[in-house]
C-alpha cells in the first residue's frame, strides 16, 4: 500500500523540531506569568459567525482562508484561523465582562488555507496574549513590553525590529480613510483585483496588500499623521512615552495596518529580516470594538500574536535532547531489582530508561544511542552487596555508588 502522507501544508514536530516548539511556549508561557496573565483554552472550531463577524469581511483571512465546514446537523462551523475572536466569544460566554481586566495567555493551532512555504503552513501554532478592559495607553505599552521580553528570552531579539503605528479612533479614521479613496481611487485600473474591492469596502486594507502591482501606490500614499484628532495623537504619544520607558527600541512606521478589520490606534509587527517574506514574527494592535461585535458591552483590549513555526525557526540553537540515565542489570536475578532503581530514580525526578532486553554489550549500545548520560551497571555480586557501578558515559570513568545513593549522586 502507498504509505500515507501529512495533508499539504501541516507538519509532525518530532525530536528537535518539537522541542523548538515547546521551548517557544513554554518561554511565552512563563514571562507572560511574570507580567500577571492567566492561561486559557477555547474549542479549537468554533460557530462560524465568531470570525466571520469579528475578522471583518475584507480580511484575507475570512475571504480566502478559512477552513469552513458543515457539520452533520448541518451547522457552519470554522477551524480558528486565529485565538482573538474565541477569546472575546469566551470573554462574553462567560460573563467575564464586568470581572476586568481579564489577561489571558493562550497558545494552540490555527488553521488558515494559505500557500505553503517556509514559515507560512495550513496548520501553524500561535502564542497569543489579550488584555481585556483597559483603554489606557499604559496597557498597549506593556503588552507590547511583554512581546519583546519573549523574544529577548528566546534569542531572536537581535535580528528583530518593532515597528508601530497607531489607526487613530473612528474619526482620525473615517477622514484618513477619505484621503485614502482619493488617492487610490485615481490609480484604481492599475491596483490589484483584491486592492479593488477594498476601495470600496475597506481602503485601509489595501495597505497591507502583499501585491506587487500595488506597491508603488501604497508606497506614494499619504499618512495619517495630518488625519490624526488630538486625542488619538495624545494616546499614540503615551504609548510611545511608556514604551520607551520600558526599554523597548521601536521604529515607526505608517505602513503597518494589519491583516484583520478590527483594530484601532496602536498596530504594530516586529519584523525580523532572517524569514524572507514571512518577516513577521509577532504581531498586533488594540481592538476596541471587538468584544461588542460578540455581543458583550463595548470593552477596550489590546493583544498580540506570534508565530511558533517562525521563532522557532529563528532560535539560535536547539534546546539539548534531555539525557536519561541507562540501568543496565546483568543476569537474570538483577532484572528485578533494576525496576527498583529504576523507580527510585524517576521518583526523584530522574529521566531513567532500561532496555527491554539484551546482553550488557547490546544495552550499552542502546544507552548510547538514546544519549544517556551515564549507566547503571547492576551485576548479582554488586547487588548482593548493595551497590551498582556508575559509568559516566561522557567521560568514561566509573564508580561504586551504594544503591541507596544513587538518586542523590544522579541528580
Ligand atoms: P502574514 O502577513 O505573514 O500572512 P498575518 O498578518 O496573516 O501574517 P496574523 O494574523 O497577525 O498574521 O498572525 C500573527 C502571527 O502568526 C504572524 O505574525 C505569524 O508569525 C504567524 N502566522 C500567521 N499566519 C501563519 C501561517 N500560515 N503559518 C505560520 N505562521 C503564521
Ligand atoms: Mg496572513
Known amino acids: 500500500m502507498t504509505p500515507l502522507q501529512p495533508v499539504r501544508g501541516t507538519r509532525d514536530l518530532i525530536g528537535?523540531?518539537?522541542?523548538?516548539?515547546?521551548?517557544?511556549?513554554?518561554?511565552?508561557?512563563?514571562?507572560?506569568?511574570?507580567?500577571?496573565?492567566?492561561?486559557?483554552?477555547t474549542p479549537i472550531f468554533e460557530d462560524t459567525a465568531v470570525f466571520a463577524r469579528s475578522l471583518g469581511d475584507t480580511s484575507d483571512v475570512v475571504t480566502k482562508e478559512m477552513y469552513t465546514f458543515t457539520d452533520r446537523s448541518g451547522e457552519s462551523?470554522?477551524?480558528?484561523?486565529?485565538?482573538?475572536?474565541?477569546?472575546?466569544?469566551?470573554?462574553?460566554?462567560?460573563?467575564?465582562?464586568?470581572?476586568?481586566?481579564?489577561?489571558v495567555f493562550y497558545t494552540g493551532p490555527m488553521f488558515r488555507y494559505e500557500r505553503p512555504q517556509k514559515g507560512r503552513y495550513r496548520q501553524f501554532h500561535q502564542i497569543d496574549v489579550e488584555l481585556i478592559g483597559s483603554a489606557e495607553p499604559l496597557a498597549d505599552a506593556e503588552v507590547i513590553a511583554l512581546g519583546w521580553d519573549v523574544l529577548k528570552s528566546l534569542g531572536v531579539a537581535g535580528d528583530t525590529v518593532l515597528e508601530l503605528n497607531t489607526l487613530?479612533?473612528?474619526?482620525?479614521?473615517?477622514?484618513?480613510?477619505?484621503?485614502?479613496?482619493?488617492?487610490?481611487?485615481?490609480?484604481?485600473?492599475?491596483?490589484?483585483?483584491?486592492?479593488?474591492?477594498?476601495?470600496?469596502?475597506?481602503?485601509?486594507?489595501?495597505?497591507?496588500?502583499?501585491?506587487s502591482c500595488d506597491a508603488p501606490f501604497i508606497a506614494a500614499s499619504p499618512t495619517i499623521g495630518e488625519h490624526l484628532t488630538p486625542a488619538a495623537r495624545e494616546f499614540y504619544e503615551g504609548v510611545k512615552r511608556h514604551l520607551t520607558r520600558f526599554g523597548v527600541p521601536f521604529r515607526e512606521n505608517p505602513r503597518i495596518v494589519r491583516g484583520l478589520d478590527y483594530y484601532s490606534h496602536t498596530a504594530f509587527e516586529f519584523v525580523t529580516t532572517a524569514l524572507?517574506?514571512?518577516?513577521?514574527?509577532?504581531?498586533?494592535?488594540?481592538y476596541d470594538g471587538l468584544v461588542e461585535e460578540m455581543g458583550g458591552p463595548p470593552t477596550p483590549a489590546i493583544g498580540w500574536a506570534a508565530g511558533v513555526e517562525r521563532l522557532s525557526l529563528l532560535l539560535p540553537a536547539p534546546p539539548a535532547a534531555p539525557a536519561?540515565?541507562?540501568?543496565?542489570?546483568?543476569?537474570?536475578?538483577?532484572?528485578?531489582?533494576?525496576?527498583d532503581v529504576?523507580?527510585?530514580?524517576?521518583?526523584?525526578?530522574?529521566r531513567a530508561e532500561t532496555a527491554y532486553r539484551g546482553n550488557l554489550k547490546r544495552r550499552m549500545e542502546q544507552a548510547n544511542r538514546r544519549g544517556a548520560r551515564a549507566a547503571v551497571?547492576?551485576?548479582?555480586?554488586?547487588?548482593?552487596?548493595?551497590?551498582?557501578?556508575?559509568?559516566?558515559?561522557?567521560?568514561?570513568?566509573?564508580?561504586?555508588?551504594?544503591?541507596?545513593?544513587?538518586?542523590?549522586?544522579?541528580a
Open 77 to 103: 462551523v470554522t477551524l480558528r484561523p486565529e485565538a482573538t475572536a474565541g477569546v472575546c466569544r469566551a470573554l462574553v460566554s462567560n460573563g467575564l465582562t464586568q470581572t476586568l481586566p481579564q489577561k
Open 377 to 410: 551497571i547492576l551485576g548479582e555480586a554488586e547487588l548482593a552487596r548493595g551497590v551498582a557501578q556508575v559509568k559516566d558515559l561522557a567521560t568514561g570513568g566509573q564508580t561504586e555508588v551504594a544503591l541507596a545513593e544513587l538518586p542523590r549522586r544522579l
Open 324 to 339: 536519561p540515565v541507562a540501568v543496565i542489570p546483568v543476569g537474570a536475578e538483577a532484572e528485578a531489582a533494576a525496576l
Open 16 to 41: 528537535e523540531d518539537q522541542r523548538r516548539h515547546t521551548h517557544v511556549v513554554e518561554t511565552a508561557r512563563r514571562i507572560a506569568g511574570l507580567y500577571g496573565f492567566d492561561e486559557w483554552s
Open 276 to 286: 524572507g517574506a514571512q518577516g513577521t514574527v509577532l504581531a498586533g494592535g488594540r
Open 342 to 350: 529504576l523507580q527510585a530514580l524517576r521518583h526523584a525526578g530522574i
Open 168 to 211: 487613530g479612533d473612528r474619526e482620525s479614521r473615517d477622514s484618513y480613510r477619505a484621503a485614502l479613496v482619493a488617492h487610490f481611487g485615481t490609480h484604481r485600473d492599475a491596483l490589484s483585483e483584491d486592492s479593488r474591492t477594498r476601495l470600496e469596502r475597506n481602503p485601509l486594507r489595501i495597505l497591507d496588500s502583499k501585491e
